[in-house]
T-cell receptor, first 116, second 113 residues
């Protein structure tokens, strides 16, 4: 079975442009998470989806960041008017949505975003 | 809020050496604890986990014991291999709700032949 996939694997953009990052979770996984991995900051939680709803958006760093999920499957993270500090690896994970230690999250390979 | 602190790297070892990577946490309640590994050019993979105090997680020769009294979850391996070179992340999740992960900053391990 396929794992979590993300596209593109690398994205280079100019400051001020909008970007869209895509995540395809494992089939049947109801929960989907976005994290950001940046140098010196480690891994930061951005947003969580259960189905198509996002009960926790607390990690989104600003209103330039938004995400949606459709059909309980694919998710898109959009960053508007990108800034250089947005440069990072954006990781997507999916899980069965169970509580606590049973909720193993499976990670995609990430999208490396570079804002020039 | 919840937080995870792990030792800074890089940790540089010779093959067959003993490995310890320290991890301590701050959390309300009784979280589940995890170690994830990221090999060069690859995504994060779950290495091991423990869901309650005194549990020991183990996988691929790695072990970690959930110590509630010291709020620690140190990763150990008796004899490392070159193929263990990677970045290791300690993480926790609440045992209620939807369980997002709170990660430490990661520790790079470099093993030389």
């Amino acid at each position: 079975g396929a794992g979590v996939s993300q596209s593109p694997s690398n994205k280079v953009t100019e400051k001020g442009k909008d970007v869209e990052l895509r995540c395809d979770p494992i089939s049947g996984h109801t929960a989907l998470y976005w994290y950001r991995q940046s140098l010196g900051q480690g891994l930061e939680f951005l947003i969580y989806f259960q189905g198509n709803s996002a009960p926790d958006k607390s990690g989104l760093p600003s209103d330039r960041f938004s995400a949606e999920r459709t059909g309980g499957s694919v998710s898109t993270l959009t960053i508007q008017r990108t800034q250089q500090e947005d440069s990072a690896v954006y990781l997507c994970a999916s899980s069965l949505g169970l509580a606590g230690g049973r909720n193993e999250q499976f990670f995609g390979p990430g999208t490396r975003l570079t804002v020039l | 809020g919840d937080s995870v602190t792990q030792m800074e790297g890089p940790v540089t070892l010779s093959e067959e050496a003993f490995l310890t990577i320290n991890c301590t946490y701050t959390a309300t309640g009784y979280p589940s604890l995890f170690w994830y590994v990221q090999y060069p050019g690859e995504g994060l993979q779950l290495l091991l986990k423990a869901t309650k105090a005194d549990d020991k997680g183990s996988n691929k020769g790695f072990e970690a014991t959930y110590r509630k009294e010291t709020t620690s979850f140190h990763l150990e391996k008796g004899s490392v291999q070159v193929s263990d070179s990677a970045v290791y992340f300690c993480a926790l999740s609440s045992n209620s709700g939807y369980s997002t992960l709170t990660f430490g900053k990661g520790t790079m391990l470099l093993v030389s032949p």
